[in-house]
């Protein structure tokens, strides 16, 4: 039986086979959006005027509500707009580790509007979403 060709590990190609994952590890990890961006601008948002703004407003401003909901036997209407933004936690991709720190950090914003019978903004809330996904740890 023969024997193996000795294989060199040279400087050069070790920094070759450190920049390939480095630009896959770049490639691979990233973030994602979900939802109406619009919400996340104050100056957007604020122009929503309580008891003079009207649904046509609203959709003008910042689009369709992600979420439409009735209470107090169907005079209020409620629309809610969600914002989510997750970006991956580079820990992740390191073996073991990655259980543990690795997963994604969430961000984001909510609108919720409420309209009275005719049509005309009652309420304005809005709120932050933050958080963890993905670990051991979360």
């Not at 691979?28 to 959006?33: E, K």
Request: proline share 3%.
């Amino acid at each position: 039986m023969g024997t193996a060709p000795e294989r060199k590990c040279d400087v050069k190609t070790s920094s070759t086979l450190c920049s390939i994952f480095l630009t896959l590890l770049f490639l691979v990890s990233g973030c994602a959006s979900v939802g109406n961006k619009q919400i996340t601008d104050s100056s957007t948002v604020s122009k929503i005027e309580e008891g003079k703004s009207t649904k046509a407003d609203v959709k003008a401003l910042v689009g369709e509500p992600t979420k439409v909901n009735y209470k107090d036997n169907g005079n209020t209407e409620v629309w809610e707009y969600v914002y989510k933004h997750g970006q991956l936690r580079p820990a992740t991709f390191i073996p073991v580790v990655g259980l543990f720190a690795g997963g994604t950090d969430v961000s984001g914003n909510t609108l919720t509007i409420l309209f009275d019978d005719k049509g005309v903004v009652k309420k304005v809330g809005s709120g932050k979403i933050s958080g963890g996904a993905g670990s051991v740890a979360d």
